[in-house]
């Protein structure tokens, strides 16, 4: 893996800025949910599942159908359909009493829930008259009829109905766009009467739905199978037909009526539910035709534990400690040649040793090419402008809310760390089995501006490579929600490995003091950008650029309809992140965590790896067996940053459980955590203590000369065996005039 890192495009650099803009733990907004359930259980033991809004009042049922009691369905009165008759004051219900009463004589032993349409009244209102005539819960369903209301004044100088009907709303109660038919007139009762007008408006054309009769397309394109009238009328061959379009059916929230809480002693508590026009017919269906039918209300259950915030916490993780073992892979390979056995001869290693050096680079002439240098240590200086550059950065995406540039960075940077990471090793591991090199590293063509000849490596890499993000990026841009794709987020997930994997392998912290710099520095900025910021700006700066502008602010059902809408815009995190699914939720949502989160402190685990295997490297260069105290023999590939007795694995370890503690308080508190909170302190406080132990913080302080020692070492080696390390990105180009032997043939 060492050569691969050592061929790299230096221009890639600059991408890994776009890290710096952290992501934290927020869901997008959506509508309303269906938080509760209804089996409908019949007396032949036929079982219906409805799913339901809840109230903002009245009582609440248990999780799970077992936890609660089964119900009797009952009806309103007869002579009050819409039960909206004691809140217009033409009957009073409060002296009803339990059933069995002058309205029901089921027997009381049993619980009930009545099933009552919507409109007329407030939702409060239906719930307190239900709960005065003796239910147990009310379960208010959609109806047609509750979008069309009368204007009582024009309606006493007016004969023609026509104009005193108050119509539904276009785009609010339907949309033409979706779908739209024509019915006569004479068919349909005005002013709009339910009983008589949802069944003609209702369902397919077998069920006698005239808009689906006059359209035969309309059941295919509009889901909800409900037609709403315009009041638009046009004439053909002399009938007048009524305009009807596609009636939306969405879960509604019931919400209090302030008024009835002030002119009422008593208050709602019985259990308020709400389905949609469709569940509301099944629903009905199902009482009608079967006999012996109970319902089962009940809070849908939702998972105890939370195991995508473990396997995020794992992912996190591994992808950290993977980065910062692999970044010491230069000084593991040329300890594993000093530690070889004595017998092993290099003409039986050539092979392994060819593919562990990259050769000489050439360009299409045949001219050697001068190397440059692939790693970029950071300084205090740079620690300082680091910090600034990223409070500037967040503070530019705040206020001019370029998201979209954002991500179409992101994705060209993330295509060439996948080439890096995940593209070129593969067709090195194929290229070495095929003895196919000298193809693979053959100049396609020549680049202008000097930049050198195009392998077919190269080619075959970017188009692979640029293809797969550039289609992500089309995602990206064009669905709502793209985080809930599965190819998006799977995606989405290898990107972000890839780059942390390239961050933490070119930059590189020389020292202690100027990780500690860099990482308390960044300490103060996520909280300040997290907690503090809301005080001086209208919102807090990371929450919002790290959700795209914050979640929506337009009502969230009229996003559902139109997601394109003004205000229905931002919510789903910017890409910069790990991202899992929320396992077994209806809730949705995922468990997400910044890639800055895992390459910041990954420095730090970089720096410790890196000083464990230049301990190791060094001794065994002066003809000791490289323990440095720990390890007694070579004896795994593992090497020495697997000893306890190093700074890798403790300051690893340290990492997990600051993780494990940010996940922690991110439930204990109910609100996202800026990750660094806990990280920084575990990772640095672990290699602080550790050295300050060891008599070894001093060294680190200021810049371990064991690194400098082992630099050396491995410069030596390279320029011995006639390796030189090429840009980033670049395959060397090999002529394979040089090497006709197969087995020393230089791998790619």
Same mark, same amino acid.
Request: overall charge negative.
């Given at each position: 893996?060492?050569?691969?890192f050592?061929?790299r495009?230096?221009? %890639?650099?600059?991408?890994?800025?776009?890290?710096?803009?952290?992501?934290?733990?927020?869901?997008? !907004?959506?509508?309303?949910?269906?938080?509760?359930?209804?089996?409908?259980?019949?007396?032949?033991?036929?079982k219906?599942?409805?799913?339901?809004?809840?109230?903002?009042?009245?009582?609440?049922?248990?999780?799970?159908?077992?936890?609660?009691?089964?119900?009797?369905?009952?009806?309103?009165?007869e002579?009050?359909?819409l039960?909206?008759?004691?809140?217009k004051?033409?009957?009073?219900?409060?002296?009803?009493?339990?059933?069995?009463?002058?309205?029901?004589?089921?027997?009381?032993?049993?619980?009930?829930?009545?099933?009552?349409?919507?409109g007329?009244?407030?939702?409060?209102?239906?719930?307190?008259?239900?709960?005065?005539?003796?239910?147990?819960?009310i379960?208010?369903?959609?109806?047609?009829?509750?979008?069309?209301?009368?204007?009582? !004044?024009?309606?006493?100088?007016?004969?023609?109905?026509?104009?005193?009907v108050?119509?539904?709303a276009?785009?609010?109660?339907?949309?033409?766009?979706?779908a739209?038919?024509?019915?006569?007139r004479?068919?349909i009762?005005?002013?709009y009467?339910s009983q008589?007008?949802?069944?003609?408006?209702?369902?397919?054309?077998?069920?006698?739905n @005239?808009?689906a009769?006059?359209?035969?397309?309309?059941?295919?394109e509009?889901?909800?199978?409900?037609?709403?009238? !315009?009041g638009?009328?046009?004439?053909?061959?002399?009938?007048?037909?009524?305009?009807?379009?596609?009636?939306?059916?969405?879960?509604l929230?019931?919400?209090?009526?302030?008024?009835l809480?002030?002119s009422?002693?008593?208050? =709602?508590?019985?259990?308020?539910?709400?389905?949609t026009?469709?569940?509301?017919?099944?629903?009905?269906?199902e009482?009608?035709?079967?006999?012996?039918?109970?319902?089962?209300?009940?809070?849908?259950?939702?998972?105890?534990?939370?195991?995508?915030?473990?396997?995020?916490?794992?992912?996190?993780? &591994?992808?950290?400690?993977?980065?910062?073992?692999?970044?010491?892979?230069?000084y593991?390979?040329v300890?594993?040649?000093y530690?070889?056995?004595?017998?092993?001869?290099?003409?039986?290693?050539?092979?392994?040793?060819?593919?562990?050096?990259?050769?000489? =680079?050439?360009d299409?002439?045949?001219?050697?090419?001068?190397?440059?240098?692939?790693? %970029?240590?950071i300084?205090?200086?740079?620690?300082?402008f680091?910090?600034?550059?990223?409070?500037g950065?967040? @503070?530019?995406?705040f206020?001019?809310?370029i998201?979209?540039?954002?991500?179409? %960075?992101?994705?060209?940077?993330?295509?060439?760390?996948?080439?890096?990471?995940?593209?070129?090793p593969?067709?090195?591991?194929?290229?070495?089995?095929?003895?196919?090199?000298?193809?693979?590293?053959?100049?396609?063509?020549?680049?202008?501006?000097?930049?050198?000849?195009?392998?077919?490596?190269?080619a075959f890499?970017?188009i692979?490579?640029?293809s797969?993000?550039?289609?992500?990026?089309?995602?990206?841009?064009?669905?709502?929600?793209?985080s809930e794709?599965t190819f998006?987020?799977?995606?989405?997930d290898?990107m972000?490995?890839?780059?942390?994997?390239?961050?933490?392998?070119?930059?590189?912290?020389?020292?202690?003091?100027?990780?500690g710099? @860099?990482?308390?520095?960044?300490? =103060?900025?996520?909280?300040?950008?997290v907690?503090?910021?809301?005080?001086? &700006?209208?919102s807090?700066v990371?929450?919002?650029?790290?959700?795209?502008?914050g979640?929506p602010t337009?009502?969230?059902?009229?996003?559902e309809?139109?997601?394109?809408?003004?205000?229905?815009?931002g919510?789903?995190?910017?890409p910069?992140? %790990? !991202?899992?699914?929320?396992?077994?939720?209806?809730?949705?949502?995922?468990s997400?965590?910044?890639?800055?989160?895992?390459?910041?402190?990954?420095?730090?685990?970089?720096?410790?790896?890196r &000083?464990?295997?230049a301990?190791?490297? =060094?001794?065994?260069?002066?003809?000791?067996?490289?323990?440095?105290?720990?390890c007694?023999?070579?004896?795994?590939?593992?090497?020495y940053?697997c000893?306890?007795r190093?700074?890798?694995?403790?300051v690893?370890?340290?990492?997990?459980?600051?993780?494990?503690?940010?996940?922690?308080?991110?439930?204990v508190?109910?609100?996202g955590?800026?990750?660094?909170l806990?990280?920084?302190?575990m990772? &640095?406080?672990?290699?602080?203590?550790?050295g300050?132990?060891?008599?070894?913080?001093?060294?680190?302080?200021?810049?371990?000369?064991v690194?400098?020692?082992?630099?050396?070492?491995?410069?030596?080696?390279?320029?011995?065996?006639?390796?030189?390390?090429?840009?980033?990105?670049?395959?060397?180009?090999?002529?394979?005039?040089?090497?006709?032997?197969?087995?020393t043939r230089?791998?790619?």
């Amino acid at each position: 893996m060492a050569v691969i890192f050592g061929r790299r495009h230096s221009e %890639l650099r600059s991408r890994c800025v776009f890290l710096l803009v952290l992501s934290t733990l927020v869901a997008p !907004t959506c509508a309303v949910l269906p938080t509760a359930a209804i089996d409908v259980n019949s007396g032949s033991g036929k079982k219906t599942t409805l799913f339901a809004s809840q109230a903002s009042f009245g009582s609440y049922p248990q999780e799970s159908a077992s936890n609660n009691h089964e119900m009797i369905p009952i009806l309103p009165p007869e002579d009050d359909p819409l039960l909206c008759n004691e809140s217009k004051g033409s009957a009073e219900y409060s002296n009803a009493g339990p059933i069995p009463n002058n309205y029901y004589s089921f027997n009381g032993q049993s619980k009930f829930a009545m099933l009552v349409p919507r409109g007329s009244c407030t939702f409060e209102r239906k719930a307190l008259s239900a709960q005065r005539l003796g239910a147990s819960a009310i379960v208010i369903y959609g109806s047609l009829g509750a979008l069309y209301s009368v204007n009582e !004044t024009l309606a006493e100088s007016n004969d023609d109905p026509m104009d005193y009907v108050i119509w539904p709303a276009n785009r609010h109660d339907y949309d033409c766009d979706i779908a739209r038919s024509i019915v006569p007139r004479s068919s349909i009762v005005i002013p709009y009467d339910s009983q008589a007008d949802d069944p003609l408006l209702s369902g397919t054309s077998f069920d006698g739905n @005239l808009c689906a009769v006059n359209n035969p397309s309309f059941t295919d394109e509009c889901e909800s199978q409900r037609c709403l009238l !315009t009041g638009s009328v046009s004439n053909d061959d002399d009938i007048e037909m009524m305009e009807g379009c596609c009636a939306w059916d969405l879960h509604l929230w019931l919400y209090s009526d302030t008024e009835l809480v002030k002119s009422e002693a008593e208050s =709602v508590t019985i259990q308020a539910f709400f389905v949609t026009m469709k569940q509301g017919s099944i629903l009905l269906d199902e009482v009608s035709n079967e006999s012996g039918v109970k319902l089962t209300l009940y809070e849908r259950p939702l998972p105890k534990y939370n195991f995508s915030s473990v396997i995020i916490w794992l992912m996190g993780t &591994f992808v950290a400690s993977v980065a910062a073992y692999l970044s010491g892979s230069e000084y593991r390979e040329v300890s594993k040649k000093y530690a070889a056995p004595m017998g092993r001869t290099r003409n039986n290693n050539a092979r392994e040793e060819d593919r562990s050096q990259p050769r000489r =680079v050439v360009d299409a002439q045949g001219n050697q090419e001068q190397p440059a240098s692939d790693r %970029l240590e950071i300084t205090m200086t740079m620690a300082f402008f680091f910090v600034v550059m990223s409070s500037g950065t967040l @503070l530019i995406l705040f206020y001019f809310k370029i998201y979209g540039i954002v991500k179409a %960075l992101y994705a060209f940077g993330c295509a060439g760390a996948l080439a890096q990471v995940l593209v070129f090793p593969a067709i090195d591991k194929i290229a070495f089995k095929t003895n196919s090199q000298s193809w693979w590293n053959a100049p396609l063509c020549i680049l202008p501006c000097d930049c050198g000849a195009l392998s077919r490596i190269e080619a075959f890499a970017g188009i692979i490579c640029y293809s797969w993000c550039g289609y992500w990026l089309f995602l990206a841009f064009t669905l709502h929600h793209p985080s809930e794709n599965t190819f998006f987020w799977i995606t989405q997930d290898i990107m972000g490995a890839a780059m942390c994997i390239l961050f933490i392998d070119i930059v590189r912290v020389p020292t202690l003091k100027i990780a500690g710099a @860099l990482l308390w520095a960044l300490f =103060v900025y996520d909280i300040f950008f997290v907690f503090i910021s809301p005080l001086l &700006f209208d919102s807090s700066v990371m929450i919002t650029v790290a959700t795209s502008g914050g979640p929506p602010t337009a009502d969230p059902t009229w996003c559902e309809k139109y997601p394109d809408s003004d205000g229905c815009e931002g919510g789903d995190p910017l890409p910069m992140l %790990l !991202t899992f699914p929320r396992l077994g939720s209806y809730q949705g949502g995922a468990s997400m965590l910044g890639l800055g989160d895992i390459v910041l402190p990954g420095l730090l685990l970089s720096f410790a790896c890196r &000083f464990d295997e230049a301990k190791r490297l =060094v001794g065994l260069s002066g003809g000791g067996r490289g323990s440095g105290g720990s390890c007694t023999s070579w004896d795994s590939s593992d090497g020495y940053c697997c000893s306890l007795r190093g700074y890798f694995v403790p300051v690893c370890i340290a990492y997990a459980l600051g993780l494990m503690m940010a996940n922690v308080a991110v439930y204990v508190m109910n609100t996202g955590q800026p990750a660094l909170l806990y990280l920084v302190p575990m990772t &640095f406080g672990t290699m602080y203590f550790l050295g300050k132990r060891r008599n070894e913080l001093g060294d680190l302080w200021n810049g371990p000369k064991v690194l400098s020692a082992a630099d050396d070492i491995v410069d030596s080696e390279n320029g011995t065996n006639g390796a030189e390390f090429t840009p980033l990105g670049r395959r060397p180009s090999i002529d394979a005039s040089e090497n006709t032997d197969a087995s020393t043939r230089s791998v790619l």
